[in-house]
């Protein structure tokens, strides 16, 4: 039998078939002794061949090639990576400009992975009701940058419903993912566009600004209109994973515009004379937020072994 799995608490599965059947399952005991350095050997959109042992249990028996997947590095096991989830048409990243605040190295981070695995992102600026003028004109800096460099954008607001109907159009008969830190808005966003959802939505704290997780495990939902989305728990860092160091430019389409007017093929654009991308940089062409943030990444250990 094939399923997708649309649910990972850890240690069971939860799947859903063709014809709408869903299954509870675990796997098969060679997933967790193979040389898997994931904490996580299935992950939520994964697709799945599954039996029904002798106790009537399913028991997932194999795991079809992933077309893509978010991974990032594991939060408490630096030497392991955890994937988000897999097989995803499209993401969404929700931004805040503040309650909480994301930064432009965290959107950077996720840009990067979705770009190494070719996954196309729409940022979704939620809490448009509630910014003042000097956030509202933050928000025109976030945008001017990613918009420059080909990254579509939408300005929302959860609460009033701006513009979901474009969000929900995008959605429609893709699997989608959506994410970001904790507080940004993804369950009400959710529950907006699928009231029948009812996920929990908790207010962020006004002690630290911060999200509370109120998404424990990811899990994928169908939605009314076709298509599928994947609600991801809140992310307080993203730590890039799997990326090596002469591919990392590749994956800044500004940076990868420009490489081939350096003076030498292999320049990394850091200190190397006649440096296209550095002088992009100086002519205000390139975000020296992007830039910075680039070469912040070249000097972490994100790299294939």
Request: negative net charge; proline residues 3%.
């Amino acid at each position: 039998m094939k399923g997708i799995v649309i649910k990972s608490t850890g240690s069971w599965y939860h799947l859903l078939t063709e014809d709408g059947s869903t299954f509870q399952a675990r796997i098969r005991g060679k997933f967790r002794i193979a040389n898997i350095k994931h904490t996580n050997p299935i992950a939520v959109g994964d697709e799945v061949d599954f039996e029904i042992d002798k106790d009537d249990t399913a028991v997932i028996t194999n795991i079809h090639e992933r077309k893509n997947y978010i991974i990032r590095k594991s939060v408490n096991l630096s030497k392991k990576t955890h994937i988000i989830a897999s097989n995803i048409d499209i993401a969404f990243l929700v931004v805040t400009l503040s309650n909480p605040k994301t930064s432009f190295g965290f959107i950077d981070r996720f840009l990067i992975t979705a770009e190494a695995y070719h996954i196309p992102v729409v940022l979704l600026f939620n809490k448009m009701d509630v910014y003042t003028e000097d956030e509202l004109a933050d928000l025109e800096i976030y945008k001017s940058i990613y918009n420059s460099i080909g990254y579509e954008s939408l300005d929302i607001s959860a609460e009033t419903g701006l513009n979901l109907d474009l969000v929900k159009e995008l959605m429609k008969d893709k699997v989608s993912l959506v994410s970001g830190h904790s507080g940004v808005g993804k369950s009400t966003l959710l529950n907006t566009l699928n009231p029948d959802l009812n996920l929990k939505t908790h207010v962020v704290s006004d002690f630290n600004s911060k999200g509370q997780h109120t998404t424990t495990f990811a899990q994928m939902y169908p939605w009314p209109f076709g298509g599928f989305i994947i609600d991801t728990p809140g992310i307080k860092e993203f730590g890039l994973v799997h990326i090596d160091k002469t591919e990392l430019q590749g994956y800044f389409p500004e940076i990868l515009a420009l490489k081939s007017e350096c003076k030498f093929d292999n320049c990394i654009h850091v200190n190397e004379p006649k440096c296209a991308v550095r002088d992009a940089v100086d002519n205000d062409e390139i975000a020296i937020s992007r830039y910075e943030n680039y070469l912040t990444f070249l000097e972490e250990d994100i790299y294939r072994d």
